[in-house]
């Protein structure tokens, strides 16, 4: 059965001076807030070995 690839939302609720550092982090990268957190739980789930890099023909 094929892997279901939908994305899913969810609420988090941070502190401001966690939403502030995260700002000025996604900024400094050139993301959104949503594309810095993301890459965030990414980079820790693979170098947790949760989940591995996708192959590029995948």
């Given amino acids: 059965m094929a892997?279901?690839?939908t994305t899913k939302s969810f609420v988090?609720?941070?502190d401001a001076e966690t939403m502030d550092a995260l700002e000025?982090?996604?900024a400094?990268?050139?993301r959104s807030i949503n594309g810095q957190l993301?890459?965030?739980i990414a980079e820790a789930?693979?170098?947790s070995g949760r989940k591995t890099?996708?192959?590029s023909n995948e």
């Fill in 3 to 5: 892997k279901d690839n």
């Fill in 12 to 14: 988090l609720r941070v």
């Fill in 24 to 26: 000025k982090w996604a």
């Fill in 28 to 30: 400094d990268e050139f």
């Fill in 38 to 40: 993301q890459w965030i």
């Fill in 45 to 47: 789930l693979r170098k």
């Fill in 53 to 55: 890099k996708k192959k």
